[in-house]
């Protein structure tokens, strides 16, 4: 098997978000940010495919500097290797835009044989940018993967569809992203955490990655932003206020009122 | 050119996925105002093993468009979204749709992706303003909604489910065989080994008569599954917002919103809910709205048509324990 690749993303602890009043997109450098919690699957299961097939880990994060922390946690994890990609040209991108520099640095890691990320991301919550990247590279995606196994040169996966789970054989590279439930995500080591505060690594640019400019963030965005607007909700119906119990009462009176507690007299009788 | 307005026609075991008759309501109306041609556009092995599916006959479409081939038997990402994109480059559609199931959410970015245009996700309505179709989403804040556009044909967006209600057509759609050129690539690195079908009964939340909703208000997961207990004595469904999902006190699958289904029941009650944009777009067309919260502030406060001002828990173990 060659390297896994897995890409994270900061998302602004809840409480800490700012919109930028003419974009309407996500101020991240002034938000605190945390690992999105559905990118810990993509990092467990990366992590647990290293041991079990001695396989390298490259984890790369695209977002301001200060994802930066969240990459050095990964490393805590066991990753071999952590790429920034980082650059004012790729502030206020759609998933399109985004997409196009992941795939940009995906190539750049040739040959790799599995890409893993989070099924979606808590901020943006679209799930696009593992199946969009995929398409940009020519490549197999799967979504919402709850196991993997590899052997013979070909991954064995178990995703979730609506329809049950459903188990596929895929031919390497490939890109998917991983269902955010596991019944156990390994803490990070204490020995790596101490490693990870004075370690440096690799930062790349739009022109590093041989990008153009027009084709990235805001401006290389299609999907753009015309308004918004709030929804106002007048006060409208009564406030009942007292003792819970008084409440409680109240409530089921209204309930039998409405016909709706029918089902229940037939149980109790 | 752009005369075509393509809904993406998600069939199992030989039947339309309700989810795309859905999203097919408002691309009627925007079809029509536009006075552009409305096609579900379907991929299977074998057309004819849809014939039995009444849902299909009446689709609310001008057309519905089939590709068919052996290959397409089972959904394979990677081969479903190239035949998509090899339909959207000879027609060249004015938009095209997916309902916002597992498949739409693989699908339409990959098709997007290969295209180079932009996609929306989990739009709630759609409109035209000038003639300019917008898409309406909650996003970032309290209670804000933005309008998209996409400056990129086809315009490409996942519709959220539910957010629709299915309208029938009294006339028959138009079948129309769609042939792909003889040098399409019908290959994928992909091979379902087989389907293990779910054996939970798929929830009924989005057509339930009442939804007992719960949020963060209710303290833990425990006082949670309570909300179990009164849904069956008041013959409904459960839901949950989208913090506790994330918290796991409840499957993604009970997700009243945004990213997780639409609700409009006869009755909602909403326990421990503020009432974030994100959990209110989902449910707000309820016919009666009953919240429980302690803070009279809260937005779900003020859209409810009775509000009780209280401990959550509290009120939902005393309502437990008189209906016993």
């Known amino acids: 098997m060659e390297r896994i690749i897995v890409c994270i993303k900061g998302v602004p602890r809840p409480g800490t978000v700012k919109v930028d009043p003419e974009t309407h997109t996500l101020k991240r450098e002034s938000a605190e940010l945390i690992l999105n919690p559905p990118d810990r699957a993509a990092l467990e299961m990366a992590m647990r495919l290293r041991e079990r097939y001695g396989v390298e880990v490259v984890v790369m994060s695209m977002g301001p500097p200060n994802v930066a922390p969240l990459l050095k946690e990964a490393f805590a994890l066991g990753a071999d290797e952590l790429i920034l990609l980082s650059d004012r040209a790729f502030a206020g991108a759609d998933t399109l835009a985004t997409s196009r520099v ?161 089902k229940l007299a037939l149980i109790n009788r | 050119m752009h005369n075509l307005i393509i809904a993406f026609g998600e069939v199992y075991q030989n039947k339309i996925n309700p989810a795309s008759l859905e999203i097919l309501t408002p691309l009627w109306e925007i079809s029509r105002a536009l006075q552009k041609g409305l096609s579900l556009l379907i991929l299977t092995d074998n057309f004819s093993k849809l014939d039995e599916d009444i849902d299909l006959k009446k689709a609310l479409c001008d057309e519905i468009l089939v590709v068919e081939n052996r290959e397409l038997a089972e959904f394979k990402d990677d081969l479903y979204s190239k035949v998509i994109s090899s339909v959207i480059t000879h027609l060249n559609p004015y938009g095209v749709f997916f309902p916002a199931t597992l498949q739409g959410m693989a699908l339409a970015p990959r098709v997007a992706g290969e295209l180079g245009v932009g996609l929306c996700a989990h739009v709630n309505a759609l409109e035209l303003e000038d003639d300019k179709l917008i898409m309406i989403r ?88 309570k909300l179990f207990d009164l849904a069956e004595a008041l013959g409904g469904e459960v839901g949950a917002t989208r913090p506790v999902c994330h918290a796991g006190w409840v499957e993604e699958d009970r997700m009243i919103g945004v990213s997780g289904v639409s609700v409009k029941p ?59």
């Open chain 1, 102 to 262: 992941l795939a940009q640095a995906i190539r750049g890691l040739t040959p790799f044989s599995l890409v893993i990320m989070g099924l979606k991301s808590v901020d943006g919550e679209t799930a696009q940018v593992p199946p969009e990247t995929a398409a940009i590279l020519n490549l197999p995606s799967v979504i919402n993967v709850i196991d993997i196994s590899y052997s013979n040169n070909r991954f064995y996966l178990t995703r979730e569809t609506n329809y049950g789970e459903e188990e596929l054989e895929v031919e390497p590279p490939l890109i998917i992203s991983m269902n955010p439930k596991l019944e156990y995500f390994r803490p990070p080591s204490l020995k790596r955490l101490l490693q990870a505060r004075d370690l440096s690594f690799k930062s790349m640019t739009a022109q590093d990655l041989n990008l153009a400019e027009d084709l990235l963030g805001l401006k290389g965005s299609p999907t753009q932003v015309a308004g918004v607007f709030e929804k106002v909700f007048s006060q409208r119906g009564e406030v009942w206020k007292g003792e819970p119990e008084e409440l409680a009462d109240k409530l089921i009176n209204l309930l039998r009122e409405k016909g709706l507690l029918q």
């Open chain 2, 138 to 225: 909650p996003t970032y804040g309290d209670n804000i909604m933005a309008k998209l556009f996409s400056k990129s044909f086809p315009i490409m967006a996942t519709l959220s489910l539910g957010a629709f209600s299915i309208r029938e057509k009294g006339e028959k759609p138009i079948i129309k065989k769609f042939d792909l050129p003889e040098d399409f690539d019908w290959s994928s690195k992909i091979r379902v080994k087989k389907l293990k079908a779910t054996k939970k009964e798929m929830n009924r939340l989005s057509v339930a008569k009442v939804v007992v909703a719960g949020g963060l208000g209710l303290k833990s997961r425990e006082n949670f599954q």
């Open chain 2, 266 to 324: 006869k009755l909602y009650l909403g326990f421990g809910i503020s009432g974030a944009i994100q959990h209110t777009v989902g449910m707000e067309n309820s016919e009666f709205i009953i919240a429980i919260n302690t803070d009279e502030g809260a937005p779900l406060i003020k859209m409810a048509h009775i509000s009780l001002i209280g401990d959550a828990e509290k009120i939902l173990d005393y309502l437990l324990k008189r209906l016993k």
